[in-house]
């Protein structure tokens, strides 16, 4: 079992930063490929980020690519997602996700991959 916090959200305006922080419990973190994912009002929850177990293999959804930065430490049980260049089209809940198999191909990007969930935390981001 995995228990995921998010936090680090907010109110923000359009080109800035924000960094999200996702805390994990339990000793198996590091058997855990994370991923960060965001749904705005009336859409689906979309892929944001992935990261695998080791940190050695990272991929990222086209909209955030060159912006966004995914990071873990395996020694805190934490994940992170840097964010840069805020558009207001960022603005949506973000959650983290822990999966215990990190996939190679674009199976990554489906809700289906993980197992555990955060309970989200708000950006938003004004023009």
């Known amino acids: 079992q995995v228990q995921l916090v998010e936090s680090g959200g907010g109110l923000v305006q359009a080109g800035d930063s924000l960094r999200l922080s996702c805390a994990a419990s339990?000793?198996?973190?590091?058997?855990?490929?994370m991923g960060w994912f965001r749904q705005a009002p009336g859409k689906e929850r979309e892929f944001v980020a992935v990261i695998s177990w080791t940190g050695g293999s990272t991929v990222y959804a086209d909209s955030v690519k060159g912006r966004f930065t995914i990071s873990r430490d395996n020694a805190e049980n934490t994940v992170y997602l840097q964010m840069n260049s805020l558009k207001p089209e960022d603005t949506a809940i973000y959650y983290c996700a822990a999966g215990r198999t990190y996939y190679s191909n674009s199976y990554h990007r489906s809700v289906n991959a993980y197992d555990y969930w955060g309970q989200g935390t708000q950006v938003t981001v004004s023009s």
């Open positions: 339990g000793r198996t973190f590091s058997r855990y490929a």
